[in-house]
């Protein structure tokens, strides 16, 4: 059977002994614990039939009474943020030739699709100024411990397979400034080659990456290098002189020396509008998130991961890759190029196995960035900046909040909250509609703040801060 029913007997006896709970009502809590249940007796009124008209109201009241989650003002943000989408996005892609997760696979009835997803890799690879981007990637911590692996592979390629070389000890090595969810991913996907992953700590006093430390680190094994720009708590990497210390040994020419590549990646590229991009400080691979672009929060996912890299190295991509050519009649056409996934080639021969990808998502970051024209990015990007140092310096001056590192920061900081712990700070925050940030430590929260933040939020989040704080200081 595909479904195994149980008796009440059995879910009580069993399943609510098992997860330790005493009816449904506070399994449901668990998980959501801001929704209210229908119970039987709610329905009991309820005709068995009912009109559209009258469904729509029926569920319309039970609908007011739920939480709103416009009324929130959040700052919360730790890889996923609060942007604003224009109702152009949503309009544009609720036409049918959009609206479907199907890969196009049949060029001639898909020329639509293909057009947005190639006009997709090409506004990102200005945006992040890298040579290659492909059609999109799952999400960003996937595409990060895609690009791991596609590093190892570059990297490995004069030493031939790693079986021929099994007492060499590759490492790939990391920032502690990298999302902890991207880290956890690339662990899952590295356990079982063998490869040992070493940390790169962070400057206690300023969050940036340990240049210091990378370099005792950077020994003959190490592969690649990933490093978070900007990092998982907001402070702006300094990737001009990690660069230099990345590429050291790319002049040497033996069989035997592996040249460290150098991995960038993002779980905010708006901050490109502002800072540089990864390409600028010669970023061999970069890998994101792409959700910020015209994508909803939508409670985690699905979300869109970004994948770049430089030309030479457009073979070892993975994922697919939109290409321009030109059809029978001399007319531009588009199709995928250099597809290199287990379903095509020899298993052994490909670079990835990921079966689809998250191509509405991109079409909807392609519409989006569309709209957003070039002095748009910018405008937001440098908003997002703005706001968030607004907010911080407001906070400092209560005397209630400290800063935890002192390294520049773009639109993420984060805050060590005097005489009270994180949770219960964010807990009496939620009460007032505000979601006031991420915890990152028993009195530390990480706080990101967006052009969908205005003056307004910012000077109530500062006002309903010092009302829970003050009568503990």
Do not use: W
């Given at each position: ?6 008796s ?7 399943i ?42 029926y569920?319309s ?24 989408v224009?109702?152009?996005?949503d309009?544009?892609?609720?036409r049918?030739?959009f609206?479907?997760p ?18 997709f890799?090409?506004m990102?690879?200005?945006i992040?100024?890298m040579?290659a ?5 799952y999400?960003g911590a ?6 791991v ?5 570059i ?29 956890s991913?690339?662990?899952t ?33 190490v ?18 002189e990690t660069?230099?210390?990345v ?8 069989n035997?020396?592996?040249n ?9 590229p ?5 800072i ?18 015209g994508?909803y ?32 009649k ?7 190029i250099?597809?290199?996934r ?8 490909a670079?990835?196995?990921i079966c689809t990808n ?8 392609a ?6 024209s070039k002095?748009g ?32 920061f773009y639109n993420?900081?984060?805050m060590k ?8 700070f ?38 309903n ?9």
């Open positions: 059977m595909r479904y195994i029913p149980n009440e007997n059995n879910i009580k006896k069993k609510y002994k098992f997860l330790k709970i005493k009816n449904k009502d506070e399994l449901f809590r668990r998980i959501a614990r801001d929704i209210l249940l229908l119970k039987p007796e709610d329905l009991s009124s309820v005709p068995d039939k009912m009109d559209e008209s009258s469904i729509y109201r569920f009241k039970i609908n007011d009474i739920l939480p709103n989650v416009n009324n929130f003002s959040i700052f919360a943000g730790a890889g996923i943020y609060n942007h604003f224009p109702a152009a996005v309009s544009i892609l609720s049918s030739e609206y479907t199907y890969t196009p696979y049949q060029p001639e009835a898909s020329q639509g699709t293909l057009t947005a997803l190639f006009e890799q090409s990102l690879a200005e992040l100024s040579d981007v492909n059609a999109s990637m999400d996937e595409s990060l411990a895609e690009a692996l596609m590093s190892l592979r990297a490995s390629a004069p030493l031939g397979t790693l079986l021929s070389t099994p007492k060499r000890a590759l490492k790939v090595l990391i920032s502690d400034g990298v999302n902890p969810a991207y880290i991913v690339m662990k996907y590295l356990q079982d080659l063998g490869i040992a992953i070493e940390t790169v700590k962070l400057d206690k006093k300023t969050g940036l990456s340990d240049l210091n430390n990378l370099s005792l680190k950077l020994d003959e094994g592969f690649s290098y990933v490093v978070q720009q900007p990092n998982f708590y907001g402070i702006i990497e300094d990737l001009a660069e230099k210390i590429h050291k040994n790319k002049n040497k020419t033996e035997t020396a592996i460290p590549l150098f991995i960038v990646c993002s779980s905010e708006f901050s490109f509008g502002t540089n991009p990864p390409g600028y400080y010669n970023a061999d691979i970069f890998a994101g998130e792409g959700n910020s672009f994508n929060m939508n409670y985690g996912g699905p979300l869109l991961g970004l994948f770049a890299a430089k030309k030479e190295f457009i073979r070892q991509m993975p994922g697919r890759i939109v290409g321009k050519t030109k059809d029978a001399n007319n531009d056409a588009y199709v995928f250099l597809s290199t287990e379903q095509h080639i020899r298993r052994q021969e670079t990835s196995n998250s191509s509405l998502n991109a079409v909807r970051a519409v989006y960035l569309s709209l957003c002095s990015f910018k405008d937001i990007s440098l908003l997002n900046l703005k706001l968030a140092h607004l907010l911080c310096g407001k906070l400092q001056e209560t005397g209630l909040f400290k800063l935890i590192y002192t390294g520049d993420e900081f984060a909250i005097k005489n009270m712990e994180a949770a219960p964010l807990d009496k925050m939620a009460d007032k509609n505000i979601l006031g940030g991420t915890i990152v430590g028993s009195n530390e929260i990480l706080i990101a703040v967006t052009e969908r933040n205005s003056i307004y939020d910012i000077d109530r989040y500062v006002e801060a010092v009302s829970i704080l003050k009568p503990f200081k």
